[in-house]
């Protein structure tokens, strides 16, 4: 009875919370803002629930997983891009690339499987190593990229501006790709594959000794999370429309991991509250950082603030509530409110 | 000049890029085989110490004591990160360590956007180490040889710390095996303390030597060097302290070799091809080159 009071009362204060927020924005920025920022929700729920896929399942952190961002936003634009601005911007791409122009859907489609291509060659000697090595490792894969991006002239325009991406990118197949991104990735954590992966996640000689081939495992949860990665790549490139390989670096893969972390890492639904939470929280902490005025006092603009606060929460996060907003769990708000409650978890960054 | 000398002249510089490396190695190799933290925040420990020194020779203070006063002021934010962002969270799993340290690094370079601005600045470096100095056809700059020196210098210390005195025991003790140490009654969080303030003091000496190097300094300056440091210890085995300077010298090498056997149109793709000989390495010895021998592959 209480729960469901409590179940019921939080459920409104969320959507007084939403709806309050989302007409602040209009109001605010009007309707094209809210707009950009409903489709940057929907890119990073496909960032961070794809993540989740890997790091959450298999309990191996990648921080590379901004590199298949980029061969997604690479990728798909050159393919879509329209022919006489790709005789102008990039002269040099062989002709059979020279001559291609595609709609969004099936470049995207090859540009997530070109990175679960790249993921599964990595893999191979990636996924045998212990947890702190596949950090490192896959690190090592993000500086590649960003190596080979900057100097690849004749693909990706080296470290200038790739523009003139048509802006493919709706507020429909944004948040389209987003609910196939959650509903993939739900389906696959209580499939036997998702329950086998966290199973050698727990405990690698066990699930072993059960018959489960841990590295077939976590090169399979590799390549789907490089795929679904390359997707909001893709989809990102289509909404910014002009990029350079410095935006597929470490600043996109911390605000990729705090969305995770936050919410929870291991629950799709926790990602998708951080997610919420980081999207919002870094708007306003962005606008503020470039200086504001409330009456007579006036706070200069100080650049490099927004990210000390997100990194300080980041921070807090980890050190007093591990488990981040979810835990592990998906159950969804009843589970929430006890966990409001009771402070402290141990789910979510467990140890070993 | 005869192919001997130039060869002798490039193994010089590869020698002092690799001392540097491994300096920087060898903190990441202590915190890690204690703790099992990676520590990404250690590069920039680099940039703590250098402006430190450059602010201290702004307001006055002659080179040599600015430097050592900001390669204290580098050991002392080693030590307080581990205060206050490590140990709490000490044992909770490596992910949870791992993403601390990297949190820690992006507050630490956006303080020093806020702080210092995001502009480099110019370093001021004493005319000792800009001079050439040459042997015959051979010219090294003297910074190249005073690395190497004051390298060599640190390594004989650490080395006469780690075997001869009771906190470098303590150490090696707490790095095989933490609870079994605390049994002995050693004091971990002293042992602790120890490896990061040592560590940082060492990232203060690079800073000082990496900005003098480059001369300038800004705030993401730390994040090159700790990269490398990475590879350096990784490719000498996470967690081993020789291993981390026998991967600093392998990576000094290795970049050299590159730099000087790439055809031009591949030159500027070295640092990837560091980072793909790093993931080959692995494939063969996923331990590194003197990594512990336990079977950690799976």
């Known amino acids: 009875m209480k729960a469901n009071m409590d179940k019921r009362k939080m459920l409104m204060i969320l959507a007084i919370v939403a709806l309050a927020g989302f007409t602040v924005f209009v109001i605010v920025g009007g309707k094209d803002y809210a707009e950009r920022i409903l489709i940057g929700l929907a890119i990073s729920i496909v960032l961070a629930v794809s993540l989740n896929l890997f790091s959450g399942f298999t309990g191996l952190f990648s921080l590379g997983q901004v590199g298949f961002m980029a061969i997604g936003a690479y990728a798909s634009s050159i393919l879509t891009l329209p022919l006489a601005m790709k005789a102008a911007n990039l002269p040099d791409l062989p002709v059979w690339l020279a ?41 090592g894969f993000l500086v590649i990229t960003q190596v080979v991006l900057t100097n690849a002239d004749t693909f ?52 072993q000794s059960i018959g489960i081939d841990v590295v077939r495992q976590r090169l399979l949860a590799f390549c789907a999370s490089a795929f679904l990665t390359a997707v909001g790549g893709a989809l990102w490139a289509h909404f910014i429309r002009a990029f350079s390989p410095k935006s597929f670096y470490f600043t996109q893969t911390f605000s990729v991991i705090t969305m995770v ?92 | 000049m005869t192919q001997l000398e130039y060869l002798l002249q490039q193994l010089i510089n590869a020698v002092s890029i690799g001392s540097l490396y491994a300096l920087m190695a060898i903190g990441l190799a202590m915190v890690f085989g204690i703790l099992r933290l990676i520590n990404f925040a250690h590069g920039d420990l680099i940039m703590v110490g250098s402006y430190a020194t450059l602010l201290l020779n702004m307001a006055g203070l002659p080179f040599w004591v600015a430097a050592a006063a900001g390669i204290v002021v580098s050991g002392g934010a080693g030590l307080l990160m581990e205060r206050v962002a490590y140990r709490p969270i000490r044992g909770a799993g490596d992910v949870a360590m791992l993403l601390n340290s990297f949190a820690v690094t992006i507050f630490l370079e956006n303080l020093g956007i806020m702080v210092f601005r995001a502009t480099s600045r110019p370093f001021p470096s004493p005319a000792v180490f800009s001079s050439v100095i040459e042997f015959g056809a051979i010219r090294v700059s003297s910074l190249s040889l005073i690395s190497i020196l ?111 056997l790439l055809p031009s149109n591949l030159a500027p793709y070295r640092d990837a091809f560091v980072f793909v000989i790093l993931i080959v390495l692995l494939l063969f010895r996923p331990n590194g080159i003197l990594g512990s021998t336990d079977k950690e592959k799976i």
């Open chain 1, 99 to 139: 001559s291609i122009e595609m709609p969004f859907l099936p470049a995207t489609l090859l540009a997530g499987s070109l990175a679960a291509c790249v993921a599964f060659l990595v893999g191979i000697p990636l996924m045998r190593l212990i947890g702190p090595y596949v950090s490192v490792a896959t690190m």
């Open chain 1, 156 to 207: 990706t325009r080296g470290s200038r501006t790739f523009a003139g991406v048509s802006g493919h990118t709706t507020l429909l197949n944004a948040w389209l790709w987003a609910a196939i991104s959650v509903y993939f990735v739900l389906r696959m954590k209580y499939s036997s594959f998702g329950r086998a992966m966290r199973a050698s996640r727990d405990n690698v000689i066990a699930a």
């Open chain 1, 261 to 352: 972390v936050i919410g929870g890492l291991g629950s799709v639904r926790g990602s998708i509250l951080g997610v919420f939470f980081v999207t919002i929280l870094s708007e306003v902490l962005r606008n503020l950082e470039r200086g504001f005025s409330l009456g007579p006092v006036t706070v200069p603009s100080m650049y490099g603030a927004s990210q000390v606060i997100m990194a300080l929460i980041l921070i807090l996060i980890i050190v007093f509530r591990p488990g981040g907003m979810m835990g592990e769990s998906e159950t969804s708000l009843e589970a929430l409110v006890k966990r409001f409650r009771k402070a402290g978890t141990k789910a979510g960054l467990k140890k070993e």
């Open chain 2, 150 to 260: 004051i390298t060599a210098i640190l390594l004989i210390l650490l080395t006469l710390f780690v075997t001869k005195t009771e906190t470098g025991i303590s150490l090696r003790a707490t790095a095989q095996d933490l609870v079994a140490a605390r049994l002995m009654g050693i004091n971990v969080n002293k042992v602790i303390s120890a490896a990061f303030i040592i560590g940082s003091v060492l990232a203060g000496v690079v800073g000082v030597l990496w900005s003098a190097r480059v001369g300038k300094v800004d705030p993401l300056m730390g994040f090159q060097p700790v990269l490398k440091a990475f590879v350096a210890s990784v490719v000498g085995g996470l967690g081993s302290i020789p291993g981390a300077i026998l991967g600093g010298y392998i990576l000094g090498t290795m970049e050299i070799l590159l730099q000087g």
